[in-house]
């Protein structure tokens, strides 16, 4: 290992890329996409109450309208009365049908008088089968009311309540806190797998590796500059989602010094599997199947857009074979749970299958044939 | 040493196939060898071997005083190589290419002064892949010149240039033997080999089937040098019988072996003599090219024994 060597090669690979508008625009400005994308679909969790159509027959009766208030109260169910004045009991099913509406409640007249009077009175709720999970809320929140009005009008209080939610974690987390560290590792991954498949292959087809062998630089040094330079676009591509996720969504992320074995390992890791790959194949197609096989997985299986303890339970031990999964949760561990004991596990993981890629790589490849 | 390179009983074998069976030649320091072939002959084969970037089968292959194979890495320090097809990193520019190599053979090479002698200093900061093909092949000249180097293996170097590149990289050529470098030459480019080398093997099929100068192997396996005539056949008949020596008229043209130098002066007095219209003569000798063409034919019609290297 030559420092020299390496450095004229890092060199040579900065500008490479410096140079090339598709590779840059991929490890910088994707990223950002992926974030400002995922970020906006999952951030407003606010608009998931299930509309409810209520029929209103009791007019001008303070307790339906209390009702109607507490079913709002839920956030699990969104009222709309409805205010056409053909809809009857009889035609409401229809209506529903008709207006594409998956959840209807009428509330008879005289619910209010009976109320007071503590008579019962029977709601009727229509649903429509082709959305069960919309009747189903509806049907939650409608009971947890109807208990507390039956309640009320009993005279009793309350005995086990629930009290304000909490989030999982040391501070209060939304689903881009998570998101952060999963598209770090999806980039961490990507970048150098697609690029050292191809790279590796083309330029052994185009001689360029015959060219280097003829010169005094050895493979060991031509892979660490590789990866020395996908460390440090690690770094970048880490500040620039970081940034947006804090600047645009509000993310809470705990940067530390934790991260930075994490940045560090996880290309180490990524440009030699990719080298070891693109050496193994022997044509740029079978390259590039073999670098999707390997990378398709993991990018989704590997906690990268969803937590791996969301997974069904027999694909969870799929997804901890995969290297990605011990970089992600290793990141999860110092950014958001300050979990040491862990991430240095997670750590101890992957630098140890980093150092065996990087050596099967550098052994399996060839500059020269024999 | 008497020879940069020094090859004995080469043989190389890819399974059942055999490649080079058997060669050997030397190149004296300082000389300019041109190894020719057609096709699949055994040359890049042979050039990879010396070069340390394929393994000898049997035989013993000096380069330098060292084995190309396992002392590889000292080699390429002190030799260049164009390999066929050079290619190189798109995006980078010649002054950045040779930078590079500097930094990794550890010398002091100027890029401006290396460019300037491959003649490419005026596109010294234009990336490669901008480059023309004539361009990238004085890039592929100028790299193997960083190092210094003892001996530039050059393959194929003019392949696909225009004239006037090949005869820019012919200056290069004659540069390096100014230098006192040894160049071991192979092209498809007979005029090539004839103009600039000292010595020339042809190889064909794995052996060498003619070595020496270019006009020791033009003399040896060549024709007779001819005189051509533009004239009638009766002008035919009566040279053939004054001079006793076939002579035939084809499309208005006659052509007349001379076995010596002389005859070339009793022609032109028998041309006089004979009183009949005769125009446009012409003394023409067999070139390179012709000879290997026809060595390379015979050989292929199976009238020549391997072996048969002069």
């Given at each position: 290992?030559?420092l020299?060597?390496?450095?004229?090669?890092f060199?040579?690979?900065s500008?490479?890329?410096l140079?090339?508008?598709a590779a840059?625009?991929?490890?910088?400005?994707f990223?950002?996409?992926?974030?400002?994308?995922f970020?906006?679909?999952?951030?407003?969790?606010?608009?998931t109450a299930?509309g409810?159509?209520?029929?209103?027959?009791?007019?001008?009766?303070?307790?339906?309208s209390?009702?109607?208030n507490?079913l709002?109260?839920t956030?699990?169910v969104?009222?709309?009365l409805v205010?056409?004045?053909?809809?009857t009991?009889?035609?409401?099913?229809?209506?529903l049908?008709?207006?594409?509406?998956?959840?209807?409640?009428?509330i008879?007249?005289?619910f209010?008088?009976?109320?007071?009077?503590?008579?019962p009175t029977?709601?009727?709720?229509y649903?429509?089968p082709?959305?069960?999970s919309?009747?189903?809320?509806?049907?939650?929140?409608?009971?947890?009311?109807a208990?507390?009005?039956?309640?009320?009008?009993?005279?009793?209080?309350?005995?086990?309540?629930?009290g304000?939610t909490?989030?999982v974690?040391?501070?209060?987390y939304?689903y881009i806190?998570?998101?952060?560290?999963?598209?770090?590792g999806?980039t961490?991954?990507?970048?150098?797998?697609?690029?050292?498949v191809?790279?590796?292959?083309s330029?052994r087809?185009?001689?360029?590796?015959?060219?280097?062998?003829?010169?005094?630089?050895t493979r060991?040094?031509?892979l660490?500059?590789?990866i020395?330079?996908?460390v440090?676009?690690?770094?970048?591509?880490?500040?620039?989602?970081?940034?947006?996720?804090?600047?645009?969504?509000?993310?809470?992320?705990?940067?530390t010094?934790g991260?930075?074995?994490?940045?560090?390992?996880?290309p180490f890791l990524f440009?030699?599997?990719?080298?070891l790959?693109?050496?193994a194949?022997?044509?740029?197609e079978?390259a590039a199947?073999i670098g999707?096989i390997i990378?398709?997985?993991?990018?989704f299986?590997?906690?990268t857009?969803?937590?791996?303890?969301?997974f069904?339970a027999?694909l969870?031990?799929?997804?901890?074979?995969?290297?990605?999964?011990?970089v992600?949760?290793g990141?999860?561990?110092v950014?958001?749970?300050?979990?040491?004991?862990r991430?240095?596990?997670?750590?101890?993981?992957i630098?140890?299958?980093?150092?065996?890629?990087?050596?099967?790589a550098?052994?399996?490849?060839r500059?020269r044939?024999e | 040493?008497?020879?940069?390179i020094?090859?004995?009983?080469l043989?190389?074998?890819y399974?059942?196939?055999?490649?080079?069976?058997?060669?050997?030649?030397?190149?004296p320091?300082?000389?300019?060898?041109?190894?020719?072939?057609p096709?699949g002959?055994g040359?890049?084969?042979t050039?990879?071997?010396?070069e340390?970037?394929r393994q000898?089968?049997?035989?013993?292959v000096?380069?330098?005083?060292l084995?190309?194979?396992s002392?590889?890495?000292?080699?390429?320090?002190?030799?260049?190589v164009?390999?066929?097809?050079?290619?190189?990193?798109d995006?980078i520019?010649?002054?950045?290419?040779?930078e590079?190599?500097r930094?990794?053979?550890?010398t002091?090479?100027?890029?401006?002064?290396?460019?300037?002698?491959?003649e490419?200093?005026?596109k010294i900061?234009?990336r490669?892949?901008?480059?023309?093909?004539?361009?990238?092949?004085?890039?592929?000249?100028?790299?193997?010149?960083t190092?210094?180097?003892?001996i530039?293996?050059?393959?194929?170097?003019t392949?696909g240039l225009?004239p006037?590149?090949?005869?820019?990289?012919?200056?290069?050529?004659?540069?390096?033997?100014?230098?006192?470098?040894?160049v071991f030459l192979t092209?498809h480019?007979?005029?090539?080999?004839e103009?600039?080398a000292?010595r020339?093997a042809?190889?064909?099929?794995?052996?060498i089937?003619?070595?020496?100068?270019p006009?020791?192997?033009i003399?040896?396996?060549g024709?007779?040098a001819r005189?051509?005539?533009?004239?009638?056949?009766e002008?035919?008949?009566?040279l053939?019988?004054?001079?006793?020596v076939?002579?035939?008229?084809?499309?208005?043209?006659?052509?007349i072996?001379?076995?010596?130098k002389?005859?070339?002066l009793?022609?032109?007095?028998?041309l006089?003599?004979?009183?009949?219209p005769w125009?446009?003569?012409a003394?023409?000798?067999d070139?390179?090219e012709?000879?290997?063409i026809r060595?390379?034919?015979?050989?292929?019609?199976g009238?020549?024994?391997?072996g048969?290297?002069?």
């Open positions: 290992m030559n020299r060597h390496i450095g004229a090669d060199r040579i690979v500008r490479t890329y140079r090339n508008g840059l625009f991929f490890s910088l400005i990223p950002v996409i992926l974030i400002l994308l970020g906006a679909i999952f951030s407003n969790s606010g608009s299930v409810l159509e209520v029929l209103n027959e009791d007019h001008n009766s303070p307790v339906s209390a009702f109607m507490a709002n109260n956030s699990i969104k009222v709309s205010t056409d004045s053909s809809v009991p009889s035609n409401f099913a229809a209506w049908g008709q207006n594409g509406y998956a959840v209807g409640l009428v008879p007249d005289g209010g008088a009976n109320f007071s009077e503590k008579r029977n709601l009727t709720l649903e429509n082709e959305d069960p919309a009747a189903g809320s509806a049907t939650g929140a409608i009971q947890g009311v208990s507390y009005f039956n309640l009320a009008a009993a005279g009793g209080s309350p005995i086990v309540a629930l304000p909490e989030k974690g040391s501070q209060i939304t806190d998570y998101l952060i560290p999963g598209l770090i999806f961490i991954l990507t970048s150098p797998m697609f690029s050292m191809d790279v590796t292959n330029y087809k185009e001689g360029i590796f015959r060219q280097l062998s003829l010169t005094p630089l060991a040094e031509w660490t500059s590789r020395l330079w996908y440090l676009l690690g770094f970048v591509t880490t500040a620039i989602m970081v940034g947006a996720g804090v600047g645009i969504f509000g993310a809470h992320v705990t940067l010094l991260l930075l074995p994490f940045l560090a390992v996880g440009v030699s599997l990719g080298m790959a693109g050496s194949a022997k044509t740029p079978s199947i999707n990378t398709f997985p993991m990018m299986l590997s906690g857009f969803f937590p791996v303890s969301e069904p027999w969870q031990p799929v997804a901890k074979v995969l290297p990605l999964y011990y992600i949760d990141m999860n561990q950014m958001l749970f300050q979990n040491t004991g991430a240095l596990l997670d750590l101890l993981v630098l140890v299958i980093a150092i065996v890629f990087f050596l099967a550098i052994r399996l490849f500059w044939d | 040493m008497a020879g940069s020094e090859v004995h009983g043989v190389k074998r399974g059942s196939l055999t490649a080079v069976n058997g060669i050997n030649f030397e190149v320091a300082g000389s300019v060898f041109s190894f020719l072939g096709n002959a040359k890049t084969t050039t990879e071997i010396l340390g970037l000898k089968t049997d035989g013993s000096s380069v330098l005083g084995d190309p194979w002392q590889g890495a000292e080699l390429h320090r002190r030799i260049g164009i390999p066929q097809e050079f290619r190189f990193f995006k520019t010649p002054r950045e290419a040779i590079y190599y930094a990794l053979f550890h002091g090479a100027d890029p401006k002064k290396i460019l300037a002698q491959v490419l200093l005026d900061d234009s490669y892949d901008t480059l023309s093909g004539g361009q990238k092949q004085k890039l592929g000249l100028a790299l193997a010149l190092n210094d180097p003892e530039c293996f050059l393959d194929e170097p392949t225009d006037h590149a090949r005869r820019a990289i012919w200056e290069v050529i004659r540069a390096l033997k100014r230098d006192g470098r040894t092209t480019y007979l005029e090539e080999a103009i600039l000292d020339v042809i190889i064909h099929q794995g052996n089937i003619a070595a020496g100068t006009q020791e192997i003399r040896e396996y024709r007779p005189m051509r005539v533009n004239g009638s056949p002008l035919a008949d009566y053939a019988r004054k001079l006793g076939q002579a035939a008229a084809e499309g208005g043209r006659i052509e072996d001379l076995h010596r002389e005859d070339a009793r022609v032109l007095f028998a006089d003599a004979s009183g009949l125009d446009s003569f003394t023409e000798q070139t390179l012709d000879v290997f060595l390379v034919g015979r050989m292929d019609d009238a020549l024994k391997s048969a290297a002069g």
